[in-house]
């Protein structure tokens, strides 16, 4: 019995360590590339709400440096910047809100994304999968499913996620709290999204 457990125990770690920290430092996502964000996103997310392990992972690997150039020339300086300010956010008591939020708010925006990615690889119209103000249209359709999230009392796909963060975030803050916060977030990249595409073709070409 005893063999099986740990057999049991060290399978489970590599499936953990596979899904969630492997990756770590491939594909890294660009501010100009939306769609490399949700993988990324994602893993953080969920390393953190399966029992708290990126806090934990985080806690137990930092080790501050003894001693640092005063450069900001540095290139260990640089690394140290990054490691430290990541370690802050990681461990602080805001990380767990920060991602969930951001994981269910970004849902709309990465699906329209996706889809112009898949609609310009394939060559076909995403110039007027944006332009298209039907209820049929990528941006009318990505505004719709904010909608969703924005009344996430209300039964639907999309409000599902906004229910399971509730479920996690519960004991942490009021519910109006986190209305006004998920809404906060929606609000922003939904107006991020409308800025960048209707905006910009209403405007006409530079």
């Known amino acids: 019995m ?13 499936v953990i360590f596979e899904c969630f920290f492997e990756a770590i430092g491939t ?25 708290g ?6 806690e137990a690997v930092y080790v501050p ?8 020339d540095s290139y260990h300086a640089h690394c140290h910047k990054k490691v430290t300010s990541a370690n802050a956010f990681v461990t602080g008591p805001q ?3 920060t991602l969930g939020f951001a994981l269910v708010a970004t849902l709309p925006i990465d699906h329209m994304s996706l889809r112009l ?7 076909e119209g995403s110039v007027r999968d944006v332009t298209d103000m039907t209820d049929a ?4 359709r990505c505004m719709a499913k904010y909608y969703e999230i924005f009344n996430f009392m209300e039964p639907s796909p999309l409000s599902s996620a906004g229910h399971s963060l509730w479920w996690y975030l519960e004991g942490r803050m009021d519910q109006d709290t986190f209305c006004d916060m998920l ?16 905006i910009k073709r209403l405007r006409g070409p530079n």
């Open 95 to 97: 990380c767990g809100e």
């Open 117 to 123: 990615q898949h609609l310009d690889a394939i060559g």
């Open 27 to 51: 594909n890294l996502p660009a501010a100009n590339r939306w769609y490399t964000f949700p993988v990324h996103l994602c893993r953080q997310a969920g390393s953190f709400f399966c029992h």
């Open 65 to 72: 440096p003894r001693w640092l150039p005063n450069d900001d």
């Open 53 to 58: 392990l990126l806090q934990r992972v985080a």
């Open 137 to 140: 249209g990528l941006l009318k």
């Open 2 to 14: 005893g063999h099986d457990v740990e057999v049991a125990t060290r399978n489970l770690a590599e």
């Open 183 to 198: 809404r906060r977030f929606c609000v922003g990249l939904s107006a991020m999204a409308w800025a960048r595409l209707e």
